[in-house]
């Protein structure tokens, strides 16, 4: 089992700054990749980025409407993983979550099936 709780949540400006954490806790060892994903209201939920990550080497990946703008990192001695998110727009705007997946084996990065643990999330919004 493994817990995640995000926090960094908040309203923010056009234009500002937000930085997400998500720390986890429990059988961390087990895992081996995680992902950011947002819901809007009255919107599908949406793959925003991921990081997966083998001994000391680190891969991450965007959707391209926050390409630029979004950095995902991972400090792994405090189980945690990040989300800073630059140049916010209003239709960042969403409840922002984190999943994480505990296999190794290959998947599809951006499926909401191929994590095991979610954690609650947290809201961000963005005004104009």
């Known amino acids: 089992q493994v817990q995640l709780v995000e926090s960094g949540g908040g309203l923010v400006q056009a234009g500002g700054s937000l930085r997400l954490s998500c720390a986890a806790s429990?059988?961390?060892?087990?895992?081996?990749?995680m992902a950011w994903f947002r819901q809007a209201p009255g919107k599908e939920r949406e793959w925003v980025g991921g990081i997966n990550w083998s001994g000391t080497s680190t891969s991450t990946y965007y959707t391209d409407s926050v390409k630029g703008r979004f950095t995902i990192s991972r400090d792994n001695a405090k189980n945690t993983v990040y989300l800073q998110m630059n140049s916010l727009k209003p239709t960042d705007t969403a409840l922002y979550c984190c999943a994480i997946r505990t296999s190794k084996n290959s998947y599809a990065i951006g499926a909401a099936s191929s994590y095991d643990y979610w954690g609650q999330g947290t809201q961000v919004t963005v005004s104009s």
């Open positions: 429990g059988r961390t060892d087990s895992g081996y990749a």
